[in-house]
């Protein structure tokens, strides 16, 4: 199958940003890593192997993005509320320079977030804020709050980027008609410390009339081996 690796100096970020390229068409999947992990993450744990037969076949064409956790939510020694604006500097960096780069490299205008526990984060969190941009979202085991990294503060930008509230305060009628338009997947193991939040995130949906999935697996649920057997579920599987 094609891969490619990219490596830019992205403006928005200002530092240099990595990503790996799969596939030759099809829609695009944009995948985001758990909590520290790298753009090749989702390589290294044969996930790649997983959805082969799509990519080989032109259905898939995955973008595996790196983050910035260590400079935004998870750096612990910067105010909450820098915090914030780094996860904000970073949806700029994928709306701005990630999905231009995506539909320059394939027109397919459909396009997936993918991401497992703190990647489904970035998942949810720019899949919903951008209805409009992203047509399917797939969560698994999904931390949907965020407000605890925020440790106790908030304001605009915490709230913007916190999904089970801002999903539950949106009345815009025009992002309601997208949000509408869009799949949302919601897996998560029944006894996931998450699943909480899962369930409080897709009421919150069903609330403002966005159908969504919510798919609570046996068990804890939350690690590479039962993330493989989602993705093979819920994106496609071996040849």
Known sequence: MHRQYHRWWSPTLNRDMELLEF??????????????????????????????HGLRNGWWHVLCVSSVDDEA????WKHPGARAWRQHEYEAYLLNEVLPFAKWRNPNPYTITVGASFGAYHALDFGLRHPDRVNRILSLSGLCDIRRFADGFYNDTVYFHNPV??????????????LRQQDVILAVGKDDGLIHQNRELSGKLWGKGIGNALREWDGFAHDWPVWERQLQMYLGGHD
């Open 73 to 76: 939510w998870y750096c612990k």
């Open 23 to 52: 596939g030759h068409g099809g829609a695009t999947v944009i995948i985001f890593p758990t909590s520290f992990g790298t753009f090749h993450e989702w390589e290294d744990r044969g996930m790649m192997n997983v959805i082969g």
């Open 165 to 178: 509230d801002f999903v539950g305060g949106e009345h815009d009628g025009w992002r309601l008609h997208h």
